[in-house]
């Protein structure tokens, strides 16, 4: 499954809500448009929390994005990302175009 990014930041309103129970239902959210958690940080920054998630498509990853939108009030960067070694090898093949 593609695996995605995603980049989240508090707004005052959003901060009231934090618990455990908001993390669940965030990620049982997840689950529910297909995707899967692989990490969960909250981090300091220009972003609050960062998600990697691995999805089967990216309309199931904006769907998402925007569902958590609606359930925390956290506005979500959703950024498509590739390992590296994929990466070295796409841009070693562009080279040769």
Do not use: C, Q
Not at 11 to 36: C, F, H, Q, W
Not at 45 to 74: C, M, Q, R, W, Y
Request: hydrophobic share 45%; charged share 25%.
């Amino acid at each position: 499954m593609p695996v995605f990014m995603m980049f989240g930041k508090y707004s005052p309103e959003s901060l009231k809500g934090v618990s455990a129970e908001r993390t669940d239902k965030t990620i049982e959210l997840i689950e529910k448009n297909g995707g899967k958690v692989i990490s969960i940080y909250a981090v300091l920054g220009e972003h609050d929390l960062v998600l990697t998630l691995d999805f089967p498509d990216i309309e199931k990853a904006l769907a998402s994005s925007i569902a958590l939108n609606k359930l925390t009030g956290i506005s979500f960067i959703t950024s498509p990302v590739v390992e590296v070694e994929k990466f070295d090898k796409l841009m070693s093949e562009a080279k040769k175009i």
